[in-house]
């Protein structure tokens, strides 16, 4: 059984940083990659950043250049950090982990219980 817990959403000015964190515990199996999606009222989940235990790393275009995602193994923890934050950012952010990218968030306890991130104009 994995648990997650995320911390770190709230409301910010565009152009602001907020900092996301989600500290695992599981198998190391069910841990490999770590990564965060996204949810905006309306819109489908999709795939904001993800990284594996090796240090490789995925971003969504949108993303790029404004949000890195970093991860502490030794605590299986995994961050997200993001600046220049727009209001189309505005979504609840959710922790998903799994063996590979493909298989993020495959089980219902491989996802986090999701965290509001507002962005205000």
């Known amino acids: 059984q994995v648990q997650l817990v995320e911390s770190g959403g709230g409301l910010v000015q565009a152009g602001g940083s907020l900092r996301l964190s989600c500290a695992a515990s599981g198998s190391a199996f069910s841990l490999n990659v770590m990564g965060w999606y996204r949810q905006a009222p309306g819109k489908q989940r999709e795939l904001v950043a993800a990284i594996s235990r090796g240090g490789t790393t995925n971003y969504a275009d949108s993303v790029k250049g404004r949000f890195t995602i970093s991860r502490d193994n030794a605590k299986n923890t995994v961050y997200l950090q993001m600046n220049s934050l727009k209001p189309e950012d505005t979504a609840v952010y959710y922790c998903?982990?799994?063996?590979?990218?493909?298989?993020?968030?495959?089980?219902?306890?491989?996802w986090g219980q999701g965290t509001q991130v507002t962005v205000s104009s």
């Open positions: 998903a982990v799994g063996p590979n990218i493909a298989t993020m968030g495959l089980r219902r306890d491989y």
